[in-house]
Nanobody
Framework: QVQLVESGGGLVQTGGSLRLSCAAS????????LAWFRQAPGKEREFVAA????????DYGDSVKGRFTISRDNGKNTAYLQMRRLKPEDTADYYC?????????????????WGQGTQVTVSS
């Protein structure tokens, strides 16, 4: 099992940047594919980005491609989501998720472990 804790959310103006962190417990962090999802009030959970076990493979949702960067540091058991050129429509609760498989899934039901979320608010 792995436990995930997100941090780094907050209030930022349009065009600003934030970096979210996802700290994981356990010694098998590099066994897991990691992903970020987000959910805005009244909307379904949306895939944001995923990263493979080694960090070499990444995938991004269309709405964030070119603005967000996912990365991981297996030595620190931490994944990151660097968010740039933020827009009001990026406002949501952001969740880190982990999957023991090797594929970069975009479906949230493919992920077994979830953090509690961190809130991001982008003001216009």
């Amino acid at each position: 099992q792995v436990q995930l804790v997100e941090s780094g959310g907050g209030l930022v103006q349009t065009g600003g940047s934030l970096r979210l962190s996802c700290a994981a417990s356990g010694r098998t962090f590099n066994w897991y594919t990691l992903a970020w999802f987000r959910q805005a009030p009244g909307k379904e959970r949306e895939f944001v980005a995923a990263i493979g076990r080694s960090g070499a493979d990444t995938d991004y949702g269309d709405s964030v491609k070119g603005r967000f960067t996912i990365s991981r540091d297996n030595g620190k058991n931490t994944a990151y989501l660097q968010m740039r050129r933020l827009k009001p429509e990026d406002t949501a609760d952001y969740y880190c998720a982990a999957n023991r498989g090797g594929l970069l899934w975009r479906r949230d039901d493919e992920y077994d472990y979830w953090g509690q979320g961190t809130q991001v608010t982008v003001s216009s």
